[in-house]
């Protein structure tokens, strides 16, 4: 966890397709970082202060797009800060890891699959709408 500083969020318009990716990958944010709350009393008021950021980020992300699954019916106009889209590139990065990982597996089998296994796939969309959502996000003007 690193000592967040805050700043205005930039309200970026999501399309429907894109805020169920938002919503699953912000649910990930809030995973990768719930173990420090193990260490929250250890933590100094500029830790816990960061730590309180990376959530308010993500559950404002989620209170505008919604926490269930699904897609809304219209775009949704979501306020992202430059910590939750700092969280999200670290996303990003981990499925272009994952499907790395998933390809050197099918290099390594006798015969290839005539297609790529959906999981590949799927990652594959996640990224590139994590992508879009990075360009929208620097186009957007602060909130």
Same mark, same amino acid.
């Given at each position: 966890?690193?000592?967040?500083?805050?700043?205005?969020?930039?309200?970026?318009?999501?399309?429907?397709?894109?805020?169920?990716?938002?919503?699953?990958?912000?649910?990930?944010?809030?995973?990768?970082?719930?173990?420090?709350?193990?260490?929250?009393?250890?933590?100094?008021?500029?830790? +816990? &202060?960061? @730590?309180?950021?990376?959530?308010? #980020?993500?559950?404002?992300? /989620? =209170? %505008?797009?919604?926490?269930? *699954?699904?897609?809304?019916?219209?775009?949704?106009?979501?306020?992202?800060?430059?910590?939750?889209?700092?969280?999200?590139?670290?996303? +990003? &990065?981990? @499925?272009?890891?994952?499907?790395? #990982?998933?390809?050197?597996? /099918? =290099? %390594?089998?006798?015969?290839? *699959?005539?297609?790529?296994?959906?999981?590949?796939?799927?990652?594959?969309?996640?990224?590139?709408?994590?992508?879009?959502?990075?360009?929208?996000?620097?186009?957007?003007?602060?909130?």
């Amino acid at each position: 966890m690193c000592t967040a500083q805050r700043t205005h969020a930039r309200i970026v318009a999501v399309d429907p397709c894109l805020a169920g990716v938002l919503r699953d990958q912000t649910l990930v944010v809030l995973e990768a970082n719930h173990h420090h709350f193990e260490e929250l009393r250890d933590f100094g008021p500029a830790a +816990r &202060h960061a @730590l309180s950021l990376i959530y308010r #980020d993500a559950f404002a992300v /989620l =209170d %505008a797009i919604g926490w269930a *699954p699904g897609k809304p019916a219209a775009p949704v106009d979501v306020p992202l800060s430059a910590g939750h889209v700092e969280q999200l590139h670290r996303c +990003r &990065h981990d @499925l272009g890891a994952a499907n790395l #990982d998933r390809l050197d597996l /099918l =290099d %390594a089998l006798p015969e290839p *699959p005539a297609e790529l296994p959906p999981e590949i796939t799927a990652t594959r969309r996640a990224a590139q709408a994590l992508d879009a959502l990075f360009r929208a996000w620097g186009r957007a003007a602060v909130g």
